[in-house]
Structures are given as C-alpha cells and as structure tokens.
C-alpha cells in the first residue's frame, strides 16, 4: 500500500507538472529513501523494486544506489540484476578487481559459477571518465593537503641538535622499545627559546603560514574556474572518489574491516567535498548555491552537504557566517545497558541484552521546520534519519547516508535509574 501510495503521488506529480524534469530532489531521492527503509525493514524485495524505479525516473543514478541495489539482488537471488547493477559501478570508475574483495561481494565471487566470466568482463570495462579533469582536481587536493616547511636557520638547527631529543616508540612482538633519535626540520619541536631565536621561529612560522594560505588561495580560484566551466564535477564526470584508491585498492584485507572502509571512502566521500571542506574556500565564491543546484541536478548525494563546514570565514567581513543548510543530519544515540547483578525490579527483566535508542533534543527549531528545510534539498525526514542511524550502528555492508549515531554502554545502578531512562525517549528496538 505504501508503495502504491508513493507512485500515485509521483505520477500525479508528473501529470500536473508539480516539479521541474530531473529534480533530484524530487523525482530520485524520497523513491531512494524508501528503498533505504525497505533494507533497514530487511524487506529486499520492495527495495529492489524501489530501487528500480529511482533508476527509471533519472539517466544517471548513483553508484551507492547500484551498489545497495546489487546487493539487495543477491539475497532475493536475482544474479543477473546484481551483475548488471555492479557493471555500472565498473564503469563509474570502481576498481574492478575491488568487487571479488568486497566486505559483501567476496561471498558471491565465492560461491557464484559464472562469477570468473563476469570478472573477466569487467577487467575490460573502461571508465569514461574525464582523467584530465580527474587528475586537476587530485592535484589541488594534494596542494590543500600539503604541510609546508621552511628550511630552519643554521642558529634553529644547531640549537636543536645540542638541545631537543624525541622519543621514536617501536612496538615488536615482544616488547615496546623507547629510543631517542633526531626526528627532523621542524618548528613544532623548540619550546623556549631564546630571545633571538624566538624572533627567527616567528618568522619562519609565518613564512609557513603565508605559503599555506597562498596555496589554498591558488586551489580556491582553480577550483571556481572548474565549477564554472564543468559545472560541478560529480562521479559520472571523474568516477567515484580516486585519490585514495589506487594506494589502498591492492591491500586492504578480504575480510577485514578495511574493505568496507574503503567503499565508505568510494561511495561516501566526494573528491569536489573534500577541497569544499576548508573554510577558506568560501571567500571567493557561493560555493553552497552551487552545491544546492548540484543536489538538484544529481551531480551531488544531498547527505555530502553536511561534511561541509557550516560556519565560514570571511576574509572581507572577517567574521565567520553561518549557514543553516539542515539544522541537524539525524543524531541518535544507541544504548546497551549494563545492568547491576545485583539489581531487582520489575522492568528489568529481558533488559540486559536489547538494545535502545534515544534520538536528539531539539532545540532551536521544531520537527517540522527541520523537515522542511532537510526535504527541500532531498534529505529524508528526521524520523527516518532515526531509523537509519540506528540501522548503521551495527554492522552492515549496504551504504546507507541518512543519519549518524553514536554508540554507549550505560551501567545502571538502581531501578529509579532504569526508570528514568526508560521514560526520556528511549525506544527499544
């Protein structure tokens, strides 16, 4: 039913020209978030169905969508969709000999018979990708990144040679070993100094700082150029997240915990975000309308918005501002209580191994507000970003944005205390 009323609503939508052609906001995400609650529902087949109707409704759909779609298509059985969902993360650029790896997908490679064919298919996909455009962008992201340091003055060096010592710590199999070694050129090492020196550590200091604002001045206006000319690289331009891949695609564990910490950095981290996230940025140019417009336009996952500062400075104003751009992302807080053995009350029973969920305290503004605004960009309603982030507390190998958490083990002491925290929202599961 719930289905039935949704695609009502969206073609109803369609008839009357409620939203603009390829709104993202309007068209793909509320169908993705439904298909999102079908998997935290453990309902597979209703998410892949949602999950093809998100993809009909745009030309380019997401890679995480592909990925949580094909996987969604393996527990129902369907090999043939999970084959033809993962070519399309092939072909945005994810590392082909990643998917016999994955924290999911090493089980199918395991057990599935036309697997080597399918494998050896997408050895010969090529991405199409820009790669000059691509590498552009990782160059910048190295310059942002970049720890510059001014060679020390023959004074700074000899001073630190007769006076500053650093402990290397070497952990063996056996023991931990403390040794003392000459570390390096740094500032970061001198303490008090004298006078004179004091005054050339200054000076190299902000000859360091000049040289760091410099370079992110240079990344800003580049990266400004780029978003004018391309219009908000987004995967389907570079591929999926590339600067750390090719370092840690050959060795990440197969069952270890790196292989999912890798798709989260393919799948969840945008290259364009990542320069974005230094506040220096924002001087020069409305980076967030922009931002906005690509959420709109399916070049940017709504949920990326939030890795990007909402307080910037401004170097004419000097003074930081502030944008609202959803008042909260969806915090809960997952709570396994730890119960005093020698506790006796009557709600207690059962309690020990269940667990709980508390969402956050609103504050400034009301549900609604919030929705309003988390919706206008293509975010779920808090109360599913609740759900989600309850969901992504324990482990799971689908890529699920909404929400955050945070996990507690609470020790309760008396039954006045479990009943307090019985009564301040906490949901049990």
Same mark, same amino acid.
């Given at each position: 039913?719930?289905?039935?009323?949704?695609?009502?609503?969206?073609?109803?939508?369609?008839?009357?020209?409620?939203?603009?052609?390829?709104?993202?906001?309007?068209?793909?995400?509320?169908?993705?978030?439904?298909?999102?609650?079908?998997?935290?529902?453990?309902?597979?087949?209703?998410?892949?169905?949602?999950?093809?109707?998100?993809?009909?409704?745009?030309?380019?759909?997401?890679?995480?969508?592909?990925?949580?779609?094909?996987?969604?298509?393996?527990?129902?059985?369907?090999?043939?969709?999970?084959?033809?969902?993962?070519?399309?993360?092939?072909?945005?650029?994810?590392?082909? #000999? /990643? +998917? $016999? %790896?994955?924290?999911?997908?090493? *089980?199918?490679?395991?057990?599935?018979?036309?697997?080597?064919?399918?494998? =050896?298919?997408?050895?010969?996909?090529?991405?199409?990708?820009?790669?000059?455009?691509?590498?552009?962008?990782?160059?910048?992201?190295?310059?942002?990144?970049?720890?510059?340091?001014?060679?020390?003055?023959?004074?700074?060096?000899?001073?630190?040679?007769?006076?500053?010592?650093?402990?290397?710590?070497?952990?063996?199999?056996?023991?931990?070993?403390?040794?003392?070694?000459?570390?390096?050129?740094?500032?970061?090492?001198?303490?008090?100094?004298?006078?004179?020196?004091?005054?050339?550590? #200054? /000076? +190299? $200091? %902000?000859?360091?700082?000049?040289? *760091?604002?410099?370079?992110?001045?240079?990344?800003?206006?580049?990266?400004? =150029?780029?978003?004018?000319?391309?219009?908000?690289?987004?995967?389907?331009?570079?591929?999926?997240?590339?600067?750390?891949?090719?370092?840690?695609?050959?060795?990440?564990?197969?069952?270890?915990?790196?292989?999912?910490?890798?798709?989260?950095?393919?799948?969840?981290?945008?290259?364009?975000?990542?320069?974005?996230?230094?506040?220096?940025?924002?001087?020069?140019?409305?980076?967030?309308?922009?931002?906005?417009?690509?959420?709109?336009?399916?070049?940017?996952?709504?949920?990326?918005?939030?890795?990007?500062?909402?307080?910037?400075?401004?170097?004419?104003?000097?003074?930081?501002?502030?944008?609202?751009?959803?008042?909260?992302?969806?915090?809960?807080?997952?709570?396994?209580?730890?119960?005093?053995?020698?506790?006796?009350?009557?709600?207690?029973?059962?309690?020990?191994?269940?667990?709980?969920?508390?969402?956050?305290?609103?504050?400034?503004?009301?549900?609604?507000?919030?929705?309003?605004?988390?919706?206008?960009?293509?975010?779920?309603?808090?109360?599913?970003?609740?759900?989600?982030?309850?969901?992504?507390?324990?482990?799971?190998?689908?890529?699920?944005?909404?929400?955050?958490?945070?996990?507690?083990?609470?020790?309760?002491?008396?039954?006045?205390?479990?009943?307090?925290?019985?009564?301040?929202?906490?949901?049990?599961?």
């Amino acid at each position: 039913m719930k289905k039935l009323i949704l695609f009502l609503i969206l073609s109803f939508l369609w008839r009357v020209g409620g939203f603009a052609q390829g709104d993202f906001t309007r068209i793909y995400h509320p169908i993705i978030n439904e298909a999102e609650l079908a998997i935290v529902d453990t309902n597979y087949y209703d998410a892949l169905d949602y999950y093809k109707e998100a993809f009909a409704n745009v030309k380019k759909p997401f890679a995480k969508d592909y990925y949580n779609a094909a996987i969604c298509a393996s527990m129902i059985g369907k090999l043939p969709l999970t084959f033809e969902y993962l070519e399309k993360i092939v072909e945005k650029g994810y590392p082909s #000999d /990643s +998917l $016999r %790896k994955d924290v999911f997908f090493h *089980y199918v490679a395991d057990t599935c018979k036309r697997w080597p064919e399918f494998e =050896k298919q997408m050895r010969l996909v090529k991405p199409n990708i820009n790669w000059e455009l691509r590498d552009s962008l990782n160059k910048l992201y190295a310059l942002s990144m970049k720890n510059f340091r001014t060679p020390l003055t023959e004074e700074l060096r000899d001073y630190f040679r007769k006076n500053v010592k650093a402990k290397e710590i070497i952990i063996s199999k056996k023991d931990t070993i403390i040794r003392e070694t000459n570390v390096g050129d740094s500032l970061y090492f001198f303490g008090n100094l004298p006078q004179n020196l004091k005054i050339q550590q #200054d /000076s +190299l $200091r %902000k000859m360091n700082d000049k040289k *760091y604002t410099d370079a992110l001045n240079l990344v800003s206006q580049n990266l400004s =150029k780029l978003i004018d000319n391309y219009n908000f690289p987004d995967e389907n331009m570079i591929g999926l997240s590339g600067y750390e891949y090719k370092v840690i695609s050959p060795r990440f564990g197969r069952f270890s915990i790196a292989s999912q910490s890798f798709n989260d950095l393919m799948f969840n981290k945008s290259l364009m975000i990542s320069l974005l996230e230094n506040p220096s940025f924002s001087n020069n140019k409305d980076f967030l309308s922009n931002m906005i417009q690509a959420i709109r336009d399916g070049k940017l996952a709504p949920q990326q918005i939030s890795n990007v500062a909402f307080s910037r400075f401004n170097n004419i104003t000097k003074s930081f501002e502030t944008f609202p751009i959803a008042y909260t992302m969806g915090k809960v807080q997952v709570l396994q209580l730890q119960l005093d053995s020698n506790l006796n009350c009557a709600k207690a029973e059962g309690i020990q191994n269940k667990k709980f969920w508390k969402k956050e305290k609103l504050t400034d503004y009301s549900e609604a507000e919030i929705n309003n605004k988390r919706q206008d960009i293509g975010l779920e309603k808090l109360a599913d970003a609740y759900k989600k982030a309850f969901f992504k507390a324990y482990p799971t190998p689908f890529m699920i944005n909404g929400g955050t958490y945070q996990k507690e083990l609470s020790y309760i002491s008396s039954c006045d205390v479990l009943e307090k925290m019985l009564k301040e929202s906490v949901i049990i599961r």
